[in-house]
């Protein structure tokens, strides 16, 4: 992926986090509008949390594969994020509370960011349940589950496995008073499967 220079800054806002122990799910699908694909993640102590919400409903990764992935729960939440074109919504675990904020694109001549392509775990596609795609990479079997349907023609062959999934991930730069650029801030922008 080329990477280009865009004239585009970052607004954060804080959320207000009320309510959001009661009912995380019903928390995230009332938050402002991300974008028209809006997907999740969430990392908690006992492993990922993939999701997107559909029709105004967050459905998880564990509705699909709950022995590979744990259920969205407040005790071992540390961090989350619903994300999609236009922004994300953050929720992190600060001690023994949450902090959410609302991170926007804003149009800005005077601002720069730059899209990074990550290439995500996973080079094996072991089932398809729901809209969700099990994939394991490795010896060690590990094994997410993710909220987009990964074909098995995008693998590649046995002796060169491919792995298909991507993150994208945009970067909003800083410079210091000598001028040197800094990634200021970074926030998820798409999950989507290259060669799909």
């Known amino acids: 992926m080329e990477q280009k220079i865009k004239k585009l800054g970052c607004r954060v806002r804080p959320l207000e986090i009320t309510n959001f122990s009661v009912d995380l799910s019903g928390w995230f699908q009332k938050q402002p509008s ?11 102590d006992d492993g990922v949390i993939w999701g997107r919400v559909q029709d105004g409903k967050l459905i998880t990764s564990d509705r699909a594969f709950n ?25 992190w675990r600060n001690g023994a509370e949450f902090r959410a904020c609302l991170l926007e694109d804003q149009p800005d001549n005077n601002a720069e960011a730059f899209d990074e392509e990550t290439i995500l775990w996973g080079n094996n596609a072991e089932a398809k349940k729901e809209g969700f795609t099990l994939m394991s ?28 999934l991507r993150l994208l991930i945009r970067h909003y730069l800083t410079y210091d008073r000598d001028g040197q650029a800094r990634i200021a801030l970074s926030r998820l922008v798409n999950l989507y499967v290259q060669g799909g």
């Open 67 to 91: 022995r590979i992935s744990p259920p969205l729960r407040i005790s071992t939440l540390q961090q989350a994020r619903i994300f999609g074109r236009n922004a994300e919504v953050r929720v």
């Open 137 to 164: 990479d490795g010896r060690q079997g590990l094994r997410h589950a993710v909220p987009i349907d990964v074909p098995d023609s995008v693998f590649g062959t046995n002796s060169n496995k491919l792995r298909p």
């Open 34 to 44: 991300v974008g028209d694909m809006i997907w999740f993640l969430g990392h908690a």
